[in-house]
């Protein structure tokens, strides 16, 4: 009898946890893996600043989904099986320990993204997956005898019983093209998770300062999002920043990143109560310079500029702040209001929203509903998360679902 064969197109995140998860689950089967690059698992290498953010540590399946600005709804049913505590679980029972960061990002122990390549890469070989790089698949059809039928970069052609698609973003339309061949659609590519570009002399004179928590809202795609902000030579960064724009991916893109971003620098406070501060600064040191005095958590650079912003004088002393300059101050303080004139450069996206359409496939098995034996995990698909390790959880997630489902045929 011959041996069952399960393809996995793409030596990512999904692809290796699909194919592990498929070899160990179908002993009989011959699982290859094919990747087109020479190097496994590069995206891996290069996450987290070279650390890798795993996953998050949020262990509710229903709370893990509201990270997802894309695929919310879709990814309920698969993270009630497998969720960050089993991804916990799956890397531990191979060796690797995940350890927590304040903000809730998991991170080996090791804070090596190398160990995460070399856990999987080895789990792979001893589940007998066979690796394949340097392997492109440039087509596949299905011959009329039933299966499928790959063209390969090197010039061959193999057959197969299954197929899983776990090619990454399709950050152009050409990528997606295996999956659109086979009779799926695609979700139009757009950026997710970029930094906004703002030509503001003095914000810029600030590139390298961050603050703890501020309050960002883009009212024309009415979003929202707190967290922290970093200055950049360009404009702003940080995680507040990133998750604005995945929230925003599609109405930022068609306004072609031209809009208002307001900035709210001391979100814990209100007018009442920033007006009573400035007015007990007035009272308590009437002869100190107001371009000395910031307000916490504000840094000393910071604040000198919002003031100056707001158009007050550099000698100004707190006795002489009248009526009209406490308003402009309060404003410049709660509602800083910057021109956003473009996103950050293309290296920098980490995720491309758009993908397979989601109702074309089953969130049970990721099996496609348009093509029998043909299945998809990870960032192929129009499901994209914020930062902090929703998007490798994703890939975890779809590929174990995936490969489970190959193993047993379902
Ligand atoms: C700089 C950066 C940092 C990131 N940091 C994090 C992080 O810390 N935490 C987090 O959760 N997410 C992070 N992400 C996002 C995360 O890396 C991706 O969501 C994740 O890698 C998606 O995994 P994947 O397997 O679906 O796709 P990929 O990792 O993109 O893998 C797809 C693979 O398929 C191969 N391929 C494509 N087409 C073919 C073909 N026709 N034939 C054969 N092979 C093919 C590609 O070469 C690639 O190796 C980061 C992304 C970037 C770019």
């Given at each position: 009898?011959?041996k069952?064969?399960?393809v996995?197109?793409g030596?990512?995140?999904a692809?290796?946890?699909?194919?592990?998860?498929?070899?160990e689950?179908a002993?009989?089967?011959?699982?290859?893996?094919?990747?087109?690059?020479?190097n496994?698992l590069?995206k891996?290498?290069?996450?987290?600043?070279?650390?890798?953010n795993?996953?998050?540590?949020?262990f509710?399946?229903?709370?893990f989904?509201t990270?997802?600005?894309?695929?919310?709804r879709?990814?309920?049913?698969?993270?009630?099986q497998?969720?960050?505590?089993?991804?916990?679980?799956?890397?531990a029972?191979?060796g690797?320990?995940l350890?927590?960061?304040?903000?809730?990002?998991?991170?080996?122990?090791t804070?090596?993204?190398?160990?995460?390549?070399?856990?999987?890469?080895?789990?792979?070989?001893?589940a007998?997956?066979k690796?394949h790089?340097?392997?492109?698949?440039?087509a596949?059809?299905?011959?009329?005898a039933g299966?499928?039928?790959?063209?390969?970069?090197?010039?061959?052609t193999?057959?197969?019983?299954?197929?899983?698609?776990?090619?990454?973003?399709c950050?152009t339309?050409?990528l997606?093209?295996?999956?659109?061949?086979?009779?799926?659609?695609?979700?139009?590519?757009?950026?997710s998770?970029?930094?906004?570009?703002?030509a503001?002399p003095?914000?810029?004179?600030l590139?390298?300062?961050s603050?703890?928590?501020?309050?960002?809202?883009?009212?024309?795609?009415?979003?929202?999002?707190?967290?922290?902000?970093l200055?950049?030579?360009?404009?702003?960064?940080?995680p507040?920043?990133l998750?604005?724009?995945a929230?925003?991916?599609?109405?930022l893109?068609?306004?072609?990143?031209?809009?208002?971003?307001?900035?709210?620098?001391?979100?814990a406070?209100?007018?009442?109560?920033?007006?009573?501060?400035l007015?007990?600064r007035r009272?308590?040191?009437?002869?100190?310079?107001?371009?000395?005095a910031?307000?916490a958590?504000?840094?000393?650079?910071l604040?000198?500029?919002?003031?100056?912003?707001?158009g007050?004088?550099?000698?100004?002393?707190?006795?002489?702040?009248?009526r009209?300059?406490?308003?402009?101050?309060?404003?410049k303080?709660?509602?800083?209001e910057f021109?956003?004139t473009?996103?950050?450069?293309?290296?920098?996206?980490?995720?491309t929203?758009?993908?397979v359409?989601?109702?074309e496939?089953?969130?049970?098995?990721?099996?496609?509903?348009?093509?029998h034996?043909?299945y998809?995990?990870g960032e192929?698909?129009?499901?994209?998360?914020i930062?902090?390790g929703?998007n490798?959880?994703?890939?975890?997630?779809?590929?174990w679902l995936?490969g489970?489902?190959?193993?047993?045929g379902s």
């Amino acid at each position: 009898m011959t041996k069952r064969r399960i393809v996995v197109v793409g030596g990512g995140a999904a692809g290796f946890f699909a194919a592990i998860t498929c070899a160990e689950n179908a002993p009989g089967a011959e699982v290859l893996l094919l990747e087109r690059t020479p190097n496994f698992l590069a995206k891996v290498k290069i996450s987290g600043g070279g650390r890798c953010n795993v996953t998050h540590a949020c262990f509710n399946a229903r709370e893990f989904t509201t990270r997802y600005p894309r695929g919310e709804r879709a990814l309920i049913s698969p993270f009630q099986q497998f969720q960050a505590s089993d991804t916990v679980a799956w890397f531990a029972a191979r060796g690797v320990e995940l350890k927590t960061e304040a903000d809730g990002r998991m991170f080996p122990t090791t804070d090596d993204s190398s160990t995460i390549i070399d856990c999987l890469v080895s789990a792979a070989l001893q589940a007998g997956v066979k690796l394949h790089a340097h392997c492109g698949v440039e087509a596949i059809t299905r011959p009329v005898a039933g299966g499928f039928e790959l063209t390969l970069s090197t010039g061959k052609t193999l057959t197969a019983d299954r197929v899983l698609l776990a090619t990454g973003g399709c950050r152009t339309a050409a990528l997606g093209q295996l999956a659109v061949a086979l009779g799926h659609t695609l979700e139009p590519p757009v950026p997710s998770l970029f930094t906004f570009q703002i030509a503001v002399p003095w914000l810029r004179a600030l590139a390298g300062v961050s603050v703890e928590e501020v309050e960002l809202a883009a009212p024309t795609a009415k979003l929202r999002e707190r967290g922290p902000l970093l200055v950049t030579h360009w404009g702003l960064s940080g995680p507040a920043v990133l998750r604005l724009s995945a929230w925003g991916a599609r109405d930022l893109h068609a306004c072609d990143y031209q809009f208002p971003l307001l900035v709210n620098w001391l979100p814990a406070w209100n007018e009442e109560t920033l007006a009573a501060e400035l007015q007990r600064r007035r009272l308590a040191h009437p002869a100190k310079l107001v371009t000395n005095a910031p307000i916490a958590p504000l840094s000393a650079r910071l604040w000198e500029q919002l003031v100056a912003a707001a158009g007050l004088a550099p000698d100004l002393r707190w006795t002489a702040l009248g009526r009209a300059g406490q308003h402009q101050l309060l404003r410049k303080l709660l509602r800083t209001e910057f021109p956003v004139t473009g996103k950050s450069l293309n290296k920098d996206e980490f995720v491309t929203c758009g993908g397979v359409r989601l109702n074309e496939l089953n969130f049970k098995t990721m099996a496609s509903k348009v093509c029998h034996g043909l299945y998809f995990a990870g960032e192929v698909l129009d499901v994209d998360g914020i930062t902090g390790g929703f998007n490798f959880q994703a890939a975890w997630t779809t590929g174990w679902l995936a490969g489970r489902a190959m193993a047993t045929g379902s």
